[in-house]
């Protein structure tokens, strides 16, 4: 299908967290789906925006925000949250009269929309667990199971970041309606051309076993260059050990993050879990060395163009940095083709991309979607979301 303007959904009804990378990649999709004048409800969840963040919303002409607190699916006690929000995101359905839901989480897929919608399946607790653990989530996590597996067979496309993470959700969850991958775009802000220096940078949290930021704290004293670590969230109290050679930046700007990529000469990420990795992006595209983890999702997207190294061994990840520092020529050479892949993974693409998708959806229930499916005098009052949810009651 052709995206041309006469047969693109022109308003979609995004949901977005607002911590986290999920909402570098709602802002980044709003910001290119706007030059094809796409108007974007963004409907965030999870926290408060920070000032930084309505900044970035302020410059996109194309986006009316709806803000709200509600906790999402994978955070303490959600259920009565998740009901608040379910009751919320129809009334602005009806009020927004998207032409196509977006939803960044997994529940709202079951909610009794009238709109047509895609789930995109970012990351799951289920498919972390096993990364991490190397075993099922225990039975406490079998609620959550039961709540995303409704949210994505109530969509009517499923959309994951890789390939990799597709068959995670298809393992966990599926099968589903209709699926397919969409990989991520962005275009980090970079200046002239910066001189790289002697220094290792990485973005993670500490809490989170995936990023394994440990495996690069153990390994910092032993390396001739330090390793310099930016908090991806604010709101975690766990911090390494201060170890020789780690520098913590705490959680940094935009700004400053891009600052901090086009100095880097290497960017470590030796993930047990990571979908897609936004950070590892940007980190490419200012031309840094990338030494990963030994994963399929990161092997997919970066093939030859980076380093890998088993996250479970962190003799392996202290030679592979000891090496590559000692070896300037094949630190130029990989940050070259870091570059040069991270060339297919663009903003323009990643919306072109969803575009199709939006149609897709839109074409099957188009007669659904059309004004007078929300009578002006008619109240829009769908089954309470409670249904969709799988939690046990409080």
């Not at 667990?129 to 079998?142: F, K, L, N, T």
């Not at 030494?291 to 990161?298: A, K, R, T």
Request: net charge negative.
């Amino acid at each position: 299908m052709s995206t041309t303007p006469g047969n693109l959904p022109q308003r979609i009804l995004m949901t977005t967290d607002a911590i986290g990378p999920v909402w570098s990649y709602a802002v980044e999709l709003t910001r290119a789906l706007g030059h094809r004048g796409i108007q974007l409800g963004l409907a965030t969840m999870g926290a408060r925006l920070n000032p930084a963040q309505k900044t970035e919303l302020a410059s996109l002409p194309n986006v009316s925000l709806f803000e709200s607190s509600y906790k999402l699916e994978w955070m303490d006690e959600p259920r009565a949250d998740l009901e608040r929000a379910g009751n919320w995101l129809l009334e602005l359905e009806q009020s927004f009269r998207p032409d196509v839901i977006h939803l960044n989480s997994f529940t709202p897929g079951a909610f009794p929309w009238r709109t047509p919608r895609i789930v995109v399946g970012h990351a799951c607790v289920l498919s972390w667990w096993r990364a991490v653990h190397g075993g099922d989530a225990p039975p406490a996590w079998d609620d959550y199971r039961e709540s995303v597996m409704a949210g994505l067979h109530g969509a009517e496309l499923v959309v994951a970041p890789s390939y990799a993470m597709l068959d995670a959700l298809n393992d966990h969850y599926g099968p589903f309606k209709s699926s397919r991958v969409i990989h991520l775009g962005h275009q980090l802000p970079l200046s002239q051309q910066r001189a790289k220096q002697d220094f290792i940078f990485t973005a993670g949290s500490f809490w989170d076993a995936g990023t394994n930021i440990s495996a690069l704290a153990d390994a910092a004293p032993n390396l001739p260059w330090p390793i310099w670590v930016a908090e991806q969230e604010s709101d975690s109290d766990d911090r390494p050990t201060p170890r020789k050679n780690l520098r913590y930046l705490g959680q940094l700007t935009a700004s400053e993050m891009t600052s901090h990529f086009e100095h880097a000469s290497i960017y470590a990420s030796p993930a047990r879990y990571e979908p897609f990795g936004l950070g590892i992006l940007e980190a490419a595209q200012a031309g840094c060395a990338l030494v990963l983890g030994d994963i399929p999702s990161l092997h997919e997207i970066w093939g030859d163009a980076a380093l890998y190294v088993s996250p479970d061994e962190p003799a392996a990840l202290e030679y592979r940095l000891r090496d590559l520092i000692s070896r300037p020529a094949e630190i130029n050479r990989l940050g070259e083709a870091a570059r040069l892949t991270a060339r297919q993974y663009t903003p323009g693409k990643m919306a072109e991309s969803y575009l199709l998708a939006y149609a897709s959806v839109a074409t099957e229930k188009r007669a659904a979607v059309r004004n007078d499916a929300f009578p002006k005098n008619e109240s829009h009052r769908p089954s309470n979301p409670r249904e969709a949810l799988h939690f046990p009651a409080s």
